[in-house]
């Protein structure tokens, strides 16, 4: 499975984006599929996971409200929609996937199997 994400780019305080991590390779609905972000210097940290199967997602600290992670599944793509924007939101993004993760372990990097190459986020103020 290999997994290439875009979408990222320069925005202003208040911005939106939206980030795609499009899957290539054998996938199922028994796979879970994330994104993280790390900043310099911070660990990576959970924005938002889901499986494949259904339609219940996760976020990551505060996140929900303002993030949106959705699928297509003829696309064989995850989206996250960032809306309201902050400086704080400023990191590269990173997608992610794994067959048969349990749901507790959604959020925990070391859960994850196959990575996006990532797409840097710069929130300006």
């Not at 349990?102 to 986020?121: A, F, M, N």
Request: aromatic share 10%; with cysteine.
């Amino acid at each position: 499975v290999q997994l290439q994400a875009s979408g990222g780019g320069l925005v202003q305080s208040g911005g939106s984006l939206r980030l795609a991590c499009a899957a290539s390779g054998r996938t199922s609905s028994d796979y879970a599929v994330a994104w993280f972000r790390q900043a310099p210097g911070r660990e990576r940290e959970f924005v938002a996971g889901m499986r494949l199967s259904g339609s219940t997602t996760r976020y990551g600290g505060s996140l929900k409200g303002r993030f949106a992670i959705s699928r297509d599944v003829a696309k064989n793509t995850v989206y996250l929609q960032m809306n309201s924007l902050k400086p704080e939101d400023t990191a590269v993004y990173y997608c992610a996937a794994a067959p048969r993760l349990i749901w507790p372990s959604l959020g925990e990097p070391s859960s994850y199997i196959y990575w996006g190459q990532g797409t840097k986020v710069t929130v300006s103020s």
